[in-house]
């Protein structure tokens, strides 16, 4: 079982900054590959970014590249989505995800357990 808290998020003007944490417990969190996901109003929840289990590989939907960076701190059992240059459309609700397994995924139904999700609001 993986407990997943996310936090971080907030109303931002476009243009700024934010990084997400994912708080992880239990000790599937470090058996699991993880993702962010986001859901805006009136959306289907969509992939944001993913990464392996040990950290190595990354991956990233076309509108956030060169902007987001998902990373892992397995000691801590946290996970980070650090958002640069933010953009209205990038208003969502945001989820982090675990996955069992080592490789990550960008279909919602690939994963296990999922947080409560963070709100962020970007202003234009």
């Known amino acids: 079982q993986v407990q997943l808290v996310e936090s971080g998020g907030g109303l931002v003007q476009a243009g700024g900054s934010l990084r997400l944490s994912c708080a992880g417990s239990?000790?599937?969190?470090?058996?699991?590959?993880m993702g962010w996901f986001r859901q805006a109003p009136g959306k289907e929840r969509e992939f944001v970014a993913g990464?392996?289990?040990?950290?190595?590989?990354?991956d990233y939907t076309d509108s956030v590249k060169g902007r987001f960076t998902i990373s892992r701190d397995n000691a801590k059992t946290t996970l980070y989505l650090r958002m640069n240059s933010l953009k209205p459309e990038d208003t969502a609700v945001y989820y982090c995800?675990?996955?069992?397994?080592?490789?990550?995924?960008?279909?919602?139904?690939?994963?296990?357990?999922w947080g409560q999700g963070t709100r962020v609001t970007v202003s234009s």
């Open positions: 239990g000790r599937t969190f470090s058996n699991s590959a």
């Open positions: 990464i392996t289990r040990g950290g190595v590989s990354t």
């Open positions: 995800a675990a996955k069992i397994g080592p490789l990550s995924g960008r279909r919602a139904n690939d994963y296990d357990y």
